[in-house]
Structures are given as C-alpha cells and as structure tokens.
C-alpha cells in the first residue's frame, strides 16, 4: 500500500500562485516510484497534469498548464511539489496527487492516489 497526503490548496485571483505538496508513505512506495497531479473540475473527468520520475528526468506536463506549472521532487522526504503560476479560473478543480509505476500509467490509471485538495481561482 501507498498513502498520499496532499496539503496547500486554497482560494486565490486568477493570476495568483498556490503550492501543492504532497507527502508518500506505505511500504510498497519503492515500487510506484512516478508521482504527480491530476485534477478533476465539478462535471468534468479526471485529467492528468504533470509528473515526474524517480530521478526527475523524466517530467511531462499537460499542455493547459505547460509554463505555468512546475512539478519537482524530493526523494529524501518522499515529497512531490507543484508549483502553480498565473492560475486562471479554469484551473479551479480538485487536485490529486497520484503515485504509480511509470509516467505512461500515471497519465491514464494510477495506481494509487490521495484525497485530493481544492483549488479554486476566482476571475
């Protein structure tokens, strides 16, 4: 099993910036060694929004948020950051961070993924 925890939603102006991180635990963690962020949006289908691989040379974005979004990673505390630039309303949406065996799952089924946090960005 993989636990994920994410933390740092909120409310901003479009234009504004968040910080997402997300904390990975559970024995098994070694085997889903990609992470990332997927958001789902009130009505819409879960979409995928960066990740990255275990030695961060690997990092893909969707194209919505390429320039705007940065995804990093810090192997020692088994954390995954998104940094989120010049939000824009359609932005608003439920984020996730997901967890799973390579970039190519990871944008179509992950294996594991956490509770999710809100981002709202109001115009």
């Known amino acids: 099993q993989v636990q994920l925890v994410e933390s740092g939603g909120g409310s901003v102006q479009a234009g504004g910036s968040l910080r997402l991180s997300c904390t990975a635990s559970?024995?098994?963690?070694?085997?889903?060694?990609?992470m990332g962020w997927l958001r789902q949006a009130p009505g819409k289908e879960r979409e995928f929004v960066a990740g990255i691989n275990w030695d961060a040379n690997m990092i893909i974005y969707a194209d919505s948020v390429k320039g705007r979004f940065t995804i990093s990673r810090d192997n020692v505390k088994s954390t995954v950051t998104l940094q989120m630039n010049s939000l824009k309303p359609e932005d608003t949406a439920a984020y996730y961070c997901a967890a799973s065996r390579s970039l190519r799952a990871l944008t179509t089924t992950p294996d594991y993924w956490g509770q999710g946090t809100q981002v709202t960005v109001s115009s």
């Open positions: 559970g024995r098994a963690f070694s085997h889903y060694p990609t």
